[in-house]
């Protein structure tokens, strides 16, 4: 068993579990995107952030890829931590503006105002679909195509590869595409019901992704 | 090429390629590093070759092709031993004269001398040259000495000694002690302290006990190239590096990572490889030690983020070459799992340097925290362009003065980027700052992997910054959000600043910004991409409110800022600003003032480097 502190409480955990879920265990609420118990952890959001105390010192690791160690001082709502996180949610709202998943995250993290340009893209690029696909369906018909802002998740050459079943895993698992926001216009109204009153220039319903006939109508690849 | 089956054969080989060397009275060396072979040092070299040939002093004259020898701006390079007569931009119709005179009756030509600019004297030896006088090139010197495809040369000049001393005698954790004790820190960009580094790597817990090194040779900075220099021209100083870390723990197997785009450095490299295994100093039973290691090449794509420790290694597995979070340090759980030590190319050619000679001599050369001596790549706005070796501790201005000779056109020094895209700018009034890996560091740049770019006052920060962050949006990996959506932000404001559409407030944005992507990206690469914004908002500030409140380039770069006229007091209508205008937008009559139509110019900047006259002004 390890000890550590989270929050300044103190608490044991089995070795090798990861700083999210001892801190989970406790009931503390740190947000996760690409995260999922079933799937390996990835660590590409940040969302999940927290800040690790080294005496005078601090730095600021994704929690869920964290493993807990003896001593650890860990803090998940501290000034440093909530501005860091706002600012990422902030950046994946002007990536990706039609997700209510999104627009909830930045609801509930007191997110009400988007200094960057919007890119209304329709992929925060978590990797959960390919990390589904690949772990639990052990199939591996979409991966990561390309580098930096061109990265995307695509099939091998473009074609729907044997390996693909149809499952519609990768789109049940999606926390932007698949939960598009379905508001005409955000500037008017509320995006898909949640709270947050986020302007955003517009909301062309689920962007770039009507072109085949999934469970909701979305892209299955 | 029989195998060598004990130091002592080792010893005489190298007694006897010493010998044979210092048969020939003459030799001489012509550079082939990249910036001399752009010059044309290849043609140079077959010129050389026929001529020697043909006056029929083939058993004479030791003619060697070898490496950088670092004075890139002066190539093509010719040095002629043994009086180290230093002959440069050499070319093709000298070959004659050179051999006639220098070589045969060891005259001098002046013609082909370098002449210092300060004083306006030639210099005819290469250690008087003032580029060379104040380095102290301990890894880099043996470029110009020897021939990189032939292992016959290294040997010649004690190569493998070190490896035969290693072996012969020290155990593999007095080897590490010895590298611990030198303070050798890793010349990649971290600084992290090698012998340390090897040590946690060796205890590292292995189940068949298999270990892996790695030699990093993916050098991805704009403008730097001192470990394709050294790998190019001196492989073998690399390669003994790595077997003796290998030794020191117990490793049998290791890759070196170069990039696909260094052609020759890949060749170079395999001859080398070749060579070693021939010899018996790679493969099994080295030396007749028992200890077996053998090394591979593995060429990269050319992505930059493949330089990063954990990336480079999914990519030698085959995988995406993105970085992992490295909780787990990559020498418990690296390559396949298994511990694996990664070092740059220039780490592990110090090694070599330390066994020779002693931890404690080299503990001497450098500054308290920072040992040894550093290569950095030489390159912008300076006189003279080339590779610097020079002890930690010397301060950025003997470095751009001194060696570099100072800035073209009598121009003003601005700043300086050091490390690379992930370094940061450091102005002129820290220009008596001594480098070192941590006072780069306080002052909010970093060594690096040794990029130096030198910038004068016609350079503008904000269109530098823009210009880094741009390239490191294209190549970062994509995978956390602060690095490929952060730096893409930041670039949009950077964007906005040069259009001048920047925002009040948009300073402020960049400094929270790039805050976040420093302290939640998931490898050094968004880890440090920020740097080249913040330091240059930390120091130049003023060049960004002037874009943004005054609508203001002061450099005069940003071409939505600046407007181009013609002074007419200045103007005597020479006309030829007019013949180089790309659109026609100059207009005047011979010998009268001449005049730019605004709606016609695309701010190129021809006529103000065609005006002699300096009466082209832009505002």
Redesign the interface.
Known sequence: MVELTIDGIKTKVFEGTTVLDAARSMGIVIPTLCHHPGLSPY?????C?VEVVRGNRS????SC???VADGQVILTDSE?VK??RK??IE??I??CPNSKTLQDLAANFGVNEV???I?DKNC??C?LCVRYCKEQMQSGGI??V??????KVATAFGVTPEECRNCGGCEWICPVCERACTAGNLIDGLCGGCQNLMPVETCTVCVHCSESVGAHGHKVY | MEKLRSPAELKSLQEKFAKKRKSRKRSIAICGGTGCRAFGSEELFNAFKKEITLQGLDDKVDLKFTGCHGFCECGTLVIIRPEEIIYTRVALQDVPEIIAESVVKKNVIERLLYTDPVSGEKVKYEHEIPFYKRQQRLVFGSNGLIDPTSIEDYLAIDGYSALAKVLSGMKPEEVIEEIKKSGLRGRGGGGFSTGRKWESCRNAPSKNGTRYIICNADEGDPGAYMDRSLLEGNPHSVLEGMIIGAYAIGSNEGYVYVRHEYPLTVKNLGIALDKAKGYGLLGEDILGSGFNFDVKISRGGGAFVCGESTALMASLEGKIGEPRPKHIHTVVSGLHGKPTNLNNVETWANVPLIINKGADWYSNIGTEGSKGTKIFSLVGKINNTGLVEVPMGITLREIVYDIGGGIPGGKKFKAVQTGGPSGGCIPESLIDLTVDFDKLAEVGSMMGSGGMIVMDESTCMVDVAKYFVKFLTGESCGKCVPCREGLDRMLDILTDITEGAGKEGDIELLEELGGVIKDTSLCALGGTAPNPVLSTIRYFRDEYEAHIKEQRCPAGVCKALITFTIDEDKCNGCGRCLKNCPQEAISGEKKEPHKIDQDKCIKCGLCRDNCKYDAVIVT
Do not use: N, W
């Open positions: 660590g590409a959001c940040r969302v952030i730095s600021l690791e994704a890829t964290l493993p440093r501005k860091a600012v990422i950046l994946l002007s990536t200094r960057f340009k890119k925060i690029l990797g991966g990561f390309g580098r930096g802002t061109s990265r």
